[in-house]
């Protein structure tokens, strides 16, 4: 079995003791050894800087129910920039327009095809300026809808009917695509759903239970991220 796919098993036997006993067992980790994830930064106006303690949320969910410790303190990272690399997780949202020139599309791709991972949610009226840009990263590569079977929707809490739906945004169901590079999902990007606005429970206000759904369709990006095989 792959290391990713060995550690996502171990993942989810931890987790299911951890919510039987009460917690989950820990290490004192220094923090400059925990994983450090990112935001990414872009130009064209859209507010890729909105919500901000969305992913610090999520980083303290997920430090609290899976035995990954990652650093609370994220950082933002141009999309053109080489410190990419320094991450296995990056995160991309907002609201409005995007631009992305050749050079930071093909250090994107290289990012993404040398085993990192990017996770966009739509924050309601960035489909139609995130979806050119995809396509500008990956000419040659479709958005493929992913079915609800698929693992990211099981890595650790069950979503059986797929992405939960956070935010109304225009009342379509929630869909949840990926591009995958030699059969590795290097790209999921959500619609009509909204997770982030969910992870921002101190800005939007929710029902408890969105909030949570999100929180653990999180979990299951990152332990998906994190573990699955390069």
Do not use: C
């Not at 430090?63 to 296995?88: A, K, T």
């Amino acid at each position: 079995m792959p290391f990713r796919s060995l550690l996502s098993a171990i993942l989810v036997l931890l987790v299911a003791a951890g919510a039987a006993a009460g917690d989950l067992p820990r290490k004192n980790i220094p923090e400059e050894d925990k994983i450090r994830i990112a935001r990414i930064q872009y130009r064209g106006g859209g507010d890729w800087y909105n919500d901000p303690s969305s992913l610090t949320n999520l980083i303290d969910f997920a430090n609290r129910h899976i035995p990954l410790s990652i650093q609370r303190s994220y950082d933002d990272v141009s999309i053109g920039s080489r410190d990419l690399y320094q991450y296995p997780f990056v995160f991309m949202t907002g609201h409005g327009n995007i631009d992305v020139n050749a050079t930071e599309a093909a250090n994107m791709r290289e990012y993404l095809d040398n085993g990192g991972f990017l996770y966009i949610d739509d924050d309601y009226g960035f489909d139609p300026y995130v979806r050119p840009v995809i396509e500008r990263i990956f000419p040659d590569e479709d958005l493929v809808e992913l079915p609800a079977s698929y693992p990211i929707y099981s890595t650790v809490f069950d979503f059986p009917d797929g992405l939960p739906k956070i935010h109304e945004h225009d009342g379509k169901p929630p869909r949840g695509f990926g591009i995958f590079r030699n059969g590795r999902l290097v790209l999921y990007y959500t619609y009509e759903t909204n997770l982030a606005d969910g992870w921002a429970f101190d800005v939007h206000d929710n029902p408890e239970h969105l909030t949570e759904a999100s929180l653990r369709m999180g979990v299951n990006l990152l332990v998906y991220a994190l573990t699955s095989p390069q």
